[in-house]
């Protein structure tokens, strides 16, 4: 059955099939959530998978091996930059969610680590990101409730963690 879960834990410190790399469009590694997974994947060899794929969209993602993590796979989504709302922030983020799982779906993945996408230095009120995220998700199980998926969310920070919560609940 599948199921949505908040922990208050770091994205490396979650078993998942797949961790999600909260991306830029030139897949390049970067700081916060991004730099830690390149750190610990492998920078230079998961580098170079990026650069073969070389673009995604913003509210899109692409998937790589997960090379020196315990997950086998990595997920890039592109989440938006905020900029007030009005430049399709709400359907971008809901659909690098939305694809991320697709993704998952397609490789045959049955559990999925996400940090907060776009909540860090790009800017997306924490409220407003938790909302699109876990729509999206629910939306997902939902469509695909044949599909059984494990989605995590890996929240270092408590008062994020109690957002979530609180949000989870309130869309459940």
């Known amino acids: 059955m599948s199921k949505i879960e908040i922990r208050q834990t770091g994205i490396l410190d979650t078993e998942a099939e797949a961790v999600v790399n909260a991306a830029n469009e030139n897949l390049w ?11 610990a994947a492998g920078a230079a060899q998961l580098q170079q998978a990026c650069d073969a794929i070389g673009h995604c969209d913003t509210g899109s993602a692409v998937i790589t091996p997960g090379f020196k ?10 989440g938006p930059v905020w900029s007030g709302g009005n430049r399709r922030e709400p359907q971008l983020l809901y659909g690098c969610y939305r694809r991320s799982l697709e ?8 559990s999925v680590c996400f940090p907060l ?10 409220d407003k990101a938790w909302r699109k995220a876990l729509q999206a998700c629910l939306d997902f199980i939902r469509k695909e409730a044949d599909y059984d998926i494990r989605v995590i969310f890996a929240i270092p ?12 609940e309130e869309l459940s």
């Open 29 to 39: 590694a970067g700081g916060g959530v991004c730099g830690v997974i390149f750190r």
């Open 69 to 78: 993590l315990g997950a086998k796979y990595i997920i890039h989504a592109v």
């Open 103 to 110: 993704l998952a779906k397609e490789n045959g993945i049955h």
């Open 117 to 126: 996408i776009s909540a860090g230095i790009f800017g997306y009120p924490p």
């Open 157 to 168: 920070a408590k008062p994020n963690y109690d957002l979530g919560i609180a949000t989870l």
